[in-house]
Nanobody, 119 residues
Framework: QAQLVESGGGLVQPGESLTLSCAASGFPLHFYDVGWFRQAPGKEREGVLCISRSGGSIFYDDSVKGRFTISRDNAKNTVYLQMNSLKPEDTAVYYC????????????WGQGTQVTVSS
């Protein structure tokens, strides 16, 4: 069964770091640009970052510049979101999908992983 699975979320204190993983099974993730999205309580889902098939990064949220980085390991069929200097406003459910934010159709979405930043 082809699917995307996010992992790595959790509860952290402000200033700490987390690395989220977006692992694909049943299909080659390197065929796709991969986007990370997040949805905070009471808000719409928004795009955060995207990594192209060639490894280039595109930011969709200026608030994460300098703190978040995106990378991919094609051998592991996985895309990562490294989040440093986390802030309470980063609290959200984080999703990955097989294309960059702003598209009309995504072939695959993950189920989401909760990130909570709180002291």
């Amino acid at each position: 069964q082809a699917q995307l699975v996010e992992s790595g979320g959790g509860l952290v204190q402000p200033g700490e770091s987390l690395t989220l993983s977006c692992a694909a099974s049943g299909f080659p993730l390197h065929f796709y640009d991969v986007g990370w999205f997040r949805q905070a309580p009471g808000k719409e889902r928004e795009g955060v970052l995207c990594i192209s098939r060639s490894g280039g990064s595109i930011f969709y949220d200026d608030s994460v510049k300098g703190r978040f980085t995106i990378s991919r390991d094609n051998a592991k069929n996985t895309v990562y979101l490294q989040m440093n200097s986390l802030k309470p406003e980063d609290t959200a459910v984080y999703y990955c999908a097989t294309d960059c934010p702003g598209r009309y159709y995504y072939e695959y979405w993950g189920q989401g992983t909760q990130v909570t930043v709180s002291s």
